[in-house]
């Protein structure tokens, strides 16, 4: 069985029923923005201190430790990122992860323990 009926008849169909007129634009709604930078440091702040965990002699004086530290970082939000997908992919994909993962590296790796 078949869900096309392969005797219908196209040709003498019409779209007079249709209203041929312009369409109405639609109201402009305001889309209330969104930070995620906050949640996205919260979430490179663990990132961060795991990474951190891992490598414990690592010092924010030394610019190479801060660098893979925010590689790191950046690395695990962006696979977050691929996993998550939509507005907050997008967000992590498009400089919010980097940004995040600069912001807390250096303040982690400054923290004496």
């Given amino acids: 069985m078949?869900?096309?009926n392969l005797n219908t008849n196209f040709e003498k169909r019409s779209l007079s029923g249709f209203n041929s007129g312009k369409a109405e634009p639609l109201p402009y709604e305001a889309v209330p923005s969104f930070d995620f930078s906050a949640h996205l440091e919260t979430l490179a702040l663990f990132l961060a201190q795991a990474w951190?965990?891992?490598h414990p002699h690592a010092v924010a004086d030394f610019e190479?430790?801060?660098n893979q530290c925010i590689l790191a970082v950046t690395?695990?939000?962006a696979i977050a990122a691929k996993a998550v997908g939509g507005p907050v992919g997008l967000e992590i994909l498009t400089g919010g992860g980097s940004a995040a993962a600069r912001?807390?590296?250096k303040r982690v790796l400054s923290c004496s323990d």
């Fill in 2 to 4: 078949s869900f096309f």
């Fill in 52 to 54: 951190k965990d891992d």
């Fill in 64 to 66: 190479e430790d801060v």
């Fill in 75 to 77: 690395t695990e939000l």
């Fill in 103 to 105: 912001a807390v590296c």
